[in-house]
């Protein structure tokens, strides 16, 4: 598998593609309701994601929080610097209510030159 850096709304774009999303199937991405990863939200979650991908050990979360009222944790599940790895897993929540629910998760690799980027 070849690595690949790109933002992760990208990353959601391609799979909402490959699972037969079309503009004439579908109501467009930016108005899929829950499961909508906003650019507000991407933008509050990438720093987020790289300090615990840098500074984290397998087992840690922080919170996210964007300024389209959504929140959530960040989940540093398993790999990350701290552990000597060169790739992760992070699971991202949303707040739903008084509780949160699983709502993303995504593979990084790191690479010595690029620094951590979305593996696909």
């Known amino acids: ?16 593609v490959a699972a037969g999303w ?3 199937t579908a109501a ?13 939200d991407l933008e509050a979650l990438q720093p987020v994601i790289q300090k615990l991908l840098r ?7 922080a919170p996210w929080r964007s300024s389209s009222g959504r ?8 790999g ?8 992760a897993k992070v699971r991202i929540t949303v707040a739903q209510g008084k509780s949160e629910r699983d709502w993303f998760t995504f593979r990084y690799r790191r690479d010595p030159k690029r620094g951590w980027g979305v593996v696909g």
């Not at 467009?28 to 507000?40: D, M, T, Y």
């Not at 929140?71 to 398993?78: C, D």
């Open 55 to 61: 500074d984290a050990r397998p087992g840690d979360q």
């Open 80 to 87: 990350g610097e701290q552990v000597k790895e060169t790739t």
């Open 28 to 40: 467009p991405l930016w108005e899929c309701g829950a499961n909508c990863v906003k650019k507000p």
């Open 22 to 24: 079309t503009p004439s």
């Open 71 to 78: 929140s959530g944790n960040v989940h540093l599940v398993e």
């Open 1 to 16: 598998m070849r690595w690949i850096r790109c933002p992760a709304y990208v990353v959601v774009f391609a799979l909402a």
